[in-house]
Protein backbone atom coordinates (compact mmCIF):
# COMPACT_ATOMS: atom_id res chain seq x y z
CA UNK A 1 0.00 0.00 0.00
CA UNK A 2 2.59 2.55 0.75
CA UNK A 3 4.06 2.08 -2.84
CA UNK A 4 0.76 2.99 -4.50
CA UNK A 5 1.21 6.53 -4.61
CA UNK A 6 4.63 6.32 -6.01
CA UNK A 7 3.45 3.95 -8.99
CA UNK A 8 0.35 6.09 -9.37
CA UNK A 9 2.87 9.07 -10.13
CA UNK A 10 5.30 7.79 -12.24
CA UNK A 11 2.12 6.69 -14.49
CA UNK A 12 0.82 9.91 -14.36
CA UNK A 13 4.13 11.31 -15.44
CA UNK A 14 4.34 9.02 -18.27
CA UNK A 15 0.74 9.68 -19.35
CA UNK A 16 1.64 13.62 -19.52
CA UNK A 17 5.07 13.06 -21.86
CA UNK A 18 3.09 11.06 -23.87
CA UNK A 19 0.75 13.90 -24.70
CA UNK A 20 3.16 16.78 -24.95
CA UNK A 21 4.84 14.28 -27.61
CA UNK A 22 1.81 13.92 -29.26
CA UNK A 23 0.93 17.59 -29.46
CA UNK A 24 4.25 18.78 -30.76
CA UNK A 25 4.17 16.20 -33.36
CA UNK A 26 0.53 16.84 -34.47
CA UNK A 27 -0.54 20.57 -33.38
CA UNK A 28 2.46 22.35 -33.31
CA UNK A 29 2.40 24.06 -36.57
CA UNK A 30 5.27 26.37 -38.55
CA UNK A 31 2.81 29.54 -37.97
CA UNK A 32 3.03 28.77 -33.96
CA UNK A 33 6.61 28.79 -34.02
CA UNK A 34 7.08 32.29 -35.84
CA UNK A 35 4.47 33.92 -33.61
CA UNK A 36 6.18 32.62 -30.35
CA UNK A 37 9.64 33.98 -31.85
CA UNK A 38 7.84 37.41 -32.65
CA UNK A 39 6.50 37.70 -29.40
CA UNK A 40 9.97 37.06 -27.77
CA UNK A 41 11.45 39.60 -30.39
CA UNK A 42 8.80 42.19 -29.78
CA UNK A 43 7.20 41.35 -26.39
CA UNK A 44 3.78 43.24 -27.25
CA UNK A 45 0.73 41.53 -28.59
CA UNK A 46 -0.14 44.92 -29.89
CA UNK A 47 2.97 45.02 -32.07
CA UNK A 48 3.30 40.87 -33.24
CA UNK A 49 -0.18 41.64 -34.93
CA UNK A 50 0.78 44.31 -37.06
CA UNK A 51 4.55 42.52 -37.84
CA UNK A 52 2.32 39.13 -38.79
CA UNK A 53 -0.63 41.17 -40.47
CA UNK A 54 -3.75 39.36 -38.56
CA UNK A 55 -5.63 40.67 -35.18
CA UNK A 56 -4.47 41.04 -31.36
CA UNK A 57 -7.31 39.05 -30.62
CA UNK A 58 -5.79 35.93 -33.06
CA UNK A 59 -2.81 36.03 -31.61
CA UNK A 60 -3.96 35.94 -27.84
CA UNK A 61 -6.24 33.39 -29.38
CA UNK A 62 -3.39 31.18 -31.11
CA UNK A 63 -1.14 31.31 -27.81
CA UNK A 64 -3.67 30.09 -25.02
CA UNK A 65 -4.33 27.28 -27.64
CA UNK A 66 -0.39 26.60 -27.92
CA UNK A 67 -0.36 26.96 -23.64
CA UNK A 68 -3.34 24.80 -23.83
CA UNK A 69 -2.16 21.97 -26.17
CA UNK A 70 1.30 21.84 -24.33
CA UNK A 71 -0.59 22.59 -20.78
CA UNK A 72 2.13 24.95 -19.73
CA UNK A 73 2.70 28.86 -19.49
CA UNK A 74 4.74 30.25 -22.16
CA UNK A 75 4.70 33.71 -21.61
CA UNK A 76 3.88 35.80 -18.52
CA UNK A 77 2.02 39.28 -19.00
CA UNK A 78 3.46 41.77 -17.04
CA UNK A 79 3.31 45.52 -16.76
CA UNK A 80 6.89 45.20 -19.01
CA UNK A 81 5.12 43.52 -21.23
CA UNK A 82 5.28 39.73 -22.82
CA UNK A 83 7.78 38.08 -20.60
CA UNK A 84 8.95 34.40 -21.67
CA UNK A 85 8.77 31.72 -18.84
CA UNK A 86 11.53 29.32 -18.19
CA UNK A 87 9.39 26.77 -20.49
CA UNK A 88 8.84 29.50 -23.05
CA UNK A 89 12.36 30.11 -23.63
CA UNK A 90 12.68 26.48 -24.08
CA UNK A 91 10.38 26.50 -26.92
CA UNK A 92 11.62 29.59 -28.88
CA UNK A 93 15.03 28.81 -28.65
CA UNK A 94 13.96 25.07 -30.40
CA UNK A 95 11.52 26.98 -32.81
CA UNK A 96 14.31 29.96 -33.82
CA UNK A 97 16.87 26.81 -34.31
CA UNK A 98 14.04 25.37 -36.46
CA UNK A 99 13.06 28.67 -38.37
CA UNK A 100 17.07 28.80 -39.10
CA UNK A 101 17.14 25.37 -40.52
CA UNK A 102 14.41 26.32 -42.90
CA UNK A 103 15.96 29.26 -44.21
CA UNK A 104 19.12 27.32 -44.68
CA UNK A 105 17.21 24.64 -46.95
CA UNK A 106 15.18 27.69 -48.88
CA UNK A 107 18.93 29.09 -49.83
CA UNK A 108 20.47 25.66 -50.44
CA UNK A 109 17.75 24.96 -52.92
CA UNK A 110 18.37 28.26 -54.42
CA UNK A 111 21.81 27.24 -55.09
CA UNK A 112 21.43 24.42 -56.00
CA UNK A 113 19.09 25.59 -58.77
CA UNK A 114 21.71 28.14 -59.63
CA UNK A 115 24.68 26.19 -59.41
CA UNK A 116 26.18 27.63 -56.19
CA UNK A 117 26.74 27.02 -52.56
CA UNK A 118 26.19 29.22 -50.42
CA UNK A 119 27.93 27.59 -47.07
CA UNK A 120 30.72 24.38 -46.69
CA UNK A 121 31.74 22.99 -43.25
CA UNK A 122 34.97 21.41 -43.68
CA UNK A 123 37.01 19.42 -41.30
CA UNK A 124 41.10 20.22 -41.78
CA UNK A 125 44.33 18.98 -40.91
CA UNK A 126 47.49 20.33 -40.52
CA UNK A 127 49.06 18.54 -43.87
CA UNK A 128 46.20 21.05 -45.14
CA UNK A 129 45.83 23.58 -43.30
CA UNK A 130 49.35 26.08 -44.25
CA UNK A 131 48.99 25.85 -47.77
CA UNK A 132 46.17 24.24 -49.68
CA UNK A 133 42.92 25.77 -47.49
CA UNK A 134 43.96 29.16 -47.92
CA UNK A 135 44.07 28.96 -51.73
CA UNK A 136 41.14 26.73 -52.03
CA UNK A 137 39.14 29.69 -50.23
CA UNK A 138 40.32 32.41 -52.61
CA UNK A 139 39.53 30.51 -55.30
CA UNK A 140 35.98 29.50 -54.21
CA UNK A 141 35.39 33.07 -53.11
CA UNK A 142 36.45 33.99 -56.95
CA UNK A 143 33.48 31.82 -57.98
CA UNK A 144 31.13 32.11 -55.28
CA UNK A 145 31.33 35.44 -53.66
CA UNK A 146 28.02 34.10 -51.29
CA UNK A 147 29.95 31.28 -49.68
CA UNK A 148 30.38 31.15 -46.04
CA UNK A 149 33.21 28.46 -45.17
CA UNK A 150 33.48 26.77 -41.55
CA UNK A 151 36.57 24.99 -41.12
CA UNK A 152 37.13 22.63 -37.71
CA UNK A 153 40.70 21.70 -37.63
CA UNK A 154 42.37 18.47 -36.04
CA UNK A 155 43.09 14.89 -36.54
CA UNK A 156 41.41 12.64 -38.97
CA UNK A 157 40.11 10.35 -35.63
CA UNK A 158 38.72 13.43 -34.38
CA UNK A 159 37.41 14.39 -37.83
CA UNK A 160 35.24 11.35 -38.82
CA UNK A 161 32.53 11.79 -36.03
CA UNK A 162 31.48 14.88 -36.94
CA UNK A 163 31.60 13.74 -40.71
CA UNK A 164 29.58 10.86 -39.82
CA UNK A 165 27.33 12.83 -38.07
CA UNK A 166 27.00 15.68 -41.00
CA UNK A 167 28.28 18.28 -38.88
CA UNK A 168 30.80 18.56 -41.55
CA UNK A 169 30.60 18.02 -45.15
CA UNK A 170 33.91 17.09 -46.33
CA UNK A 171 37.72 16.22 -44.49
CA UNK A 172 40.93 17.54 -46.26
CA UNK A 173 44.41 16.16 -44.97
CA UNK A 174 46.68 13.61 -44.61
CA UNK A 175 44.35 9.88 -45.90
CA UNK A 176 45.00 7.38 -43.59
CA UNK A 177 46.83 3.74 -44.99
CA UNK A 178 43.64 2.14 -43.48
CA UNK A 179 40.47 1.74 -44.82
CA UNK A 180 38.18 4.47 -43.54
CA UNK A 181 34.64 2.55 -43.22
CA UNK A 182 31.95 1.94 -45.95
CA UNK A 183 30.08 4.76 -45.53
CA UNK A 184 33.22 6.99 -46.80
CA UNK A 185 34.83 7.60 -50.05
CA UNK A 186 38.24 9.28 -50.21
CA UNK A 187 40.13 10.76 -53.22
CA UNK A 188 44.08 11.68 -53.20
CA UNK A 189 44.88 15.15 -54.52
CA UNK A 190 48.15 14.69 -54.19
CA UNK A 191 51.21 13.40 -52.38
CA UNK A 192 53.94 15.74 -50.07
CA UNK A 193 57.07 14.23 -48.94
CA UNK A 194 58.14 14.49 -45.33
CA UNK A 195 62.09 17.07 -45.44
CA UNK A 196 64.31 18.08 -42.53
CA UNK A 197 63.90 21.34 -41.53
CA UNK A 198 65.87 23.89 -39.29
CA UNK A 199 65.34 27.18 -38.47
CA UNK A 200 68.18 29.95 -40.49
CA UNK A 201 71.37 30.31 -38.96
CA UNK A 202 70.99 26.47 -37.15
CA UNK A 203 74.41 24.76 -37.19
CA UNK A 204 73.25 22.40 -39.61
CA UNK A 205 72.38 24.50 -42.32
CA UNK A 206 75.63 25.73 -43.10
CA UNK A 207 77.50 21.94 -43.53
CA UNK A 208 78.55 21.33 -46.70
CA UNK A 209 78.29 17.18 -46.67
CA UNK A 210 75.91 16.58 -44.32
CA UNK A 211 75.48 13.30 -43.09
CA UNK A 212 72.39 12.01 -41.36
CA UNK A 213 74.47 10.81 -38.00
CA UNK A 214 75.05 14.52 -37.26
CA UNK A 215 71.33 15.04 -36.27
CA UNK A 216 72.36 13.13 -32.90
CA UNK A 217 72.45 15.52 -30.39
CA UNK A 218 70.08 17.97 -31.18
CA UNK A 219 66.16 18.30 -29.73
CA UNK A 220 63.36 17.34 -32.82
CA UNK A 221 60.29 18.29 -33.38
CA UNK A 222 58.30 14.88 -34.64
CA UNK A 223 54.50 13.73 -35.67
CA UNK A 224 52.76 11.76 -32.16
CA UNK A 225 53.16 8.52 -31.61
CA UNK A 226 51.02 6.89 -33.85
CA UNK A 227 50.71 9.43 -36.33
CA UNK A 228 50.78 8.08 -40.27
CA UNK A 229 54.02 9.40 -40.69
CA UNK A 230 56.10 8.95 -37.21
CA UNK A 231 56.58 5.26 -37.86
CA UNK A 232 58.47 5.48 -41.22
CA UNK A 233 60.46 8.43 -39.97
CA UNK A 234 61.39 6.20 -36.56
CA UNK A 235 62.03 3.71 -39.14
CA UNK A 236 64.48 5.27 -40.93
CA UNK A 237 66.70 7.47 -38.32
CA UNK A 238 66.88 4.18 -36.66
CA UNK A 239 68.54 2.73 -40.41
CA UNK A 240 70.54 5.50 -40.09
CA UNK A 241 71.64 5.14 -36.68
CA UNK A 242 70.37 8.48 -35.22
CA UNK A 243 68.30 8.20 -32.10
CA UNK A 244 65.75 10.13 -30.77
CA UNK A 245 66.78 12.31 -28.40
CA UNK A 246 64.97 12.39 -25.22
CA UNK A 247 64.64 16.00 -25.63
CA UNK A 248 61.98 16.26 -28.22
CA UNK A 249 58.84 17.77 -29.22
CA UNK A 250 55.48 15.57 -30.37
CA UNK A 251 53.00 17.79 -31.96
CA UNK A 252 50.44 18.35 -34.93
CA UNK A 253 50.28 22.10 -34.79
CA UNK A 254 51.86 23.42 -37.94
CA UNK A 255 52.28 27.19 -36.02
CA UNK A 256 53.49 25.50 -32.51
CA UNK A 257 56.09 23.20 -34.86
CA UNK A 258 57.61 26.13 -36.68
CA UNK A 259 57.83 28.64 -33.36
CA UNK A 260 59.48 25.63 -31.96
CA UNK A 261 62.03 25.45 -34.76
CA UNK A 262 62.88 29.39 -34.64
CA UNK A 263 63.60 29.41 -31.07
CA UNK A 264 65.59 26.51 -30.93
CA UNK A 265 68.56 24.15 -31.78
CA UNK A 266 65.35 21.77 -32.67
CA UNK A 267 65.29 19.71 -36.12
CA UNK A 268 62.27 19.15 -37.20
CA UNK A 269 60.19 16.48 -39.61
CA UNK A 270 57.92 18.88 -42.04
CA UNK A 271 55.60 18.01 -45.58
CA UNK A 272 57.32 19.69 -48.42
CA UNK A 273 55.01 22.61 -49.12
CA UNK A 274 54.63 23.55 -45.68
CA UNK A 275 58.80 23.57 -45.13
CA UNK A 276 58.99 25.78 -48.47
CA UNK A 277 55.91 27.99 -47.35
CA UNK A 278 58.08 29.03 -44.11
CA UNK A 279 61.26 29.22 -46.31
CA UNK A 280 59.95 31.46 -48.36
CA UNK A 281 59.52 33.52 -45.47
CA UNK A 282 62.87 33.30 -44.30
CA UNK A 283 61.77 31.58 -41.44
CA UNK A 284 63.09 27.78 -41.88
CA UNK A 285 66.04 25.65 -44.14
CA UNK A 286 65.74 22.20 -45.77
CA UNK A 287 68.30 20.35 -45.00
CA UNK A 288 69.75 18.36 -47.73
CA UNK A 289 68.87 14.68 -46.62
CA UNK A 290 66.18 12.42 -48.31
CA UNK A 291 63.66 10.48 -46.63
CA UNK A 292 62.33 8.07 -49.51
CA UNK A 293 58.54 7.03 -49.50
CA UNK A 294 57.81 9.06 -46.59
CA UNK A 295 54.76 11.29 -47.57
CA UNK A 296 51.67 13.20 -46.72
CA UNK A 297 48.86 11.52 -48.95
CA UNK A 298 47.12 15.10 -49.16
CA UNK A 299 43.15 14.02 -50.16
CA UNK A 300 39.66 14.78 -49.54
CA UNK A 301 37.35 12.37 -47.83
CA UNK A 302 33.22 12.49 -47.39
CA UNK A 303 30.04 10.16 -46.70
CA UNK A 304 29.43 8.29 -49.75
CA UNK A 305 25.59 9.91 -50.00
CA UNK A 306 27.11 13.35 -50.53
CA UNK A 307 28.96 12.11 -54.03
CA UNK A 308 26.19 13.54 -56.09
CA UNK A 309 25.09 16.46 -54.47
CA UNK A 310 26.11 19.96 -56.81
CA UNK A 311 27.70 21.70 -53.98
CA UNK A 312 30.03 18.57 -53.21
CA UNK A 313 30.74 18.28 -57.07
CA UNK A 314 31.66 22.20 -56.83
CA UNK A 315 34.03 22.04 -54.34
CA UNK A 316 35.90 18.84 -55.28
CA UNK A 317 35.99 20.68 -58.50
CA UNK A 318 37.72 23.91 -57.48
CA UNK A 319 40.22 21.48 -54.86
CA UNK A 320 41.03 20.10 -58.33
CA UNK A 321 42.02 23.38 -60.06
CA UNK A 322 43.49 24.47 -56.87
CA UNK A 323 45.75 21.68 -56.63
CA UNK A 324 46.86 21.94 -60.32
CA UNK A 325 47.43 25.60 -60.00
CA UNK A 326 49.74 24.95 -57.02
CA UNK A 327 51.60 22.34 -58.77
CA UNK A 328 51.80 24.45 -61.84
CA UNK A 329 53.60 27.11 -59.79
CA UNK A 330 56.11 24.22 -58.54
CA UNK A 331 56.25 22.93 -62.41
CA UNK A 332 54.82 19.98 -61.39
CA UNK A 333 52.75 17.95 -63.66
CA UNK A 334 49.81 15.91 -62.05
CA UNK A 335 49.07 12.33 -63.06
CA UNK A 336 45.18 11.70 -63.15
CA UNK A 337 45.85 7.77 -61.23
CA UNK A 338 45.12 8.99 -58.14
CA UNK A 339 46.91 5.93 -56.77
CA UNK A 340 50.81 7.17 -58.08
CA UNK A 341 49.87 10.88 -57.04
CA UNK A 342 52.57 13.99 -57.44
CA UNK A 343 55.56 14.96 -55.01
CA UNK A 344 55.36 18.57 -54.44
Known sequence: MNNLPFIYSVKLWVIDVAKLDWYIRTNLKLRHLQLLVALDDFRSVGRVAGYLNVSQPAVSKTLATIEEGLEVTLFDRTTRGMEPTEHGECLIRHARGILDQLSNVRDDMRDISEGRISRVSMGVQPAAATVLMPQFI????????????????????????????????IIVGNLPPRPLGA??????????PIVVVVRRNHPLASVQRLRWDMLNGYPMVLPPTGAFTRGPIDDFLAHHKVSVPRRHIESISTLTNVGVLQLTDSIGFLSRGIARHFAALGLLVELPLVLPN???????????????????????????????????????????????????
Open 183 to 192: EFSSELLYQD
Open 138 to 169: ARLEAESVETTVSLLEGTMDALLPPLRAGDID
Open 294 to 344: VRMHVGLVWRKERHATTSHQLVRRVFHETRDGMLAALGENFSDDASVGVPV
